[in-house]
Nanobody
Framework: QLQLVASGGGLVQPGESLTLSCVLSELRLDDRAIGWFRQAPGKEHEGVSCIDREYRPYHYPDSVKGRFRISRDNVKKQVYLQMNSLEPEDTGTYYC????????????????WGQGTQVTVSS
């Protein structure tokens, strides 16, 4: 059964860092793009970052550019989202999702989703 498992969330203070991990089981990662989305309480899903089959990274909200870094390891079938200088506005449930080849900021274009990992940034 195809599955995505996201992990690495937690409670941190503003300014601290977290690294999220997304592991794919029974699925080759090579031709896939992996995106991270987040959903804050009472808000819609928001595309955060994505890395495509050619290792090109994309970060969608201006607020995360320069603070978040996305990377992938096709052998381990893992994608990482390194989040630095976290802000309370980064709080939410973070989901990883997979689609073919190239990135998109639109969640409807992704085929498979992980279960989500909670990130809370609070002093």
């Amino acid at each position: 059964q195809l599955q995505l498992v996201a992990s690495g969330g937690g409670l941190v203070q503003p300014g601290e860092s977290l690294t999220l991990s997304c592991v794919l089981s029974e699925l080759r990662l090579d031709d896939r793009a992996i995106g991270w989305f987040r959903q804050a309480p009472g808000k819609e899903h928001e595309g955060v970052s994505c890395i495509d089959r050619e290792y090109r990274p994309y970060h969608y909200p201006d607020s995360v550019k320069g603070r978040f870094r996305i990377s992938r390891d096709n052998v381990k079938k893992q994608v990482y989202l390194q989040m630095n200088s976290l802000e309370p506005e980064d709080t939410g449930t973070y989901y990883c999702a997979v689609k073919n080849y190239y990135c998109s900021a639109f969640r409807s274009q992704y085929d498979l989703w992980g279960q989500g990992t909670q990130v809370t940034v609070s002093s």
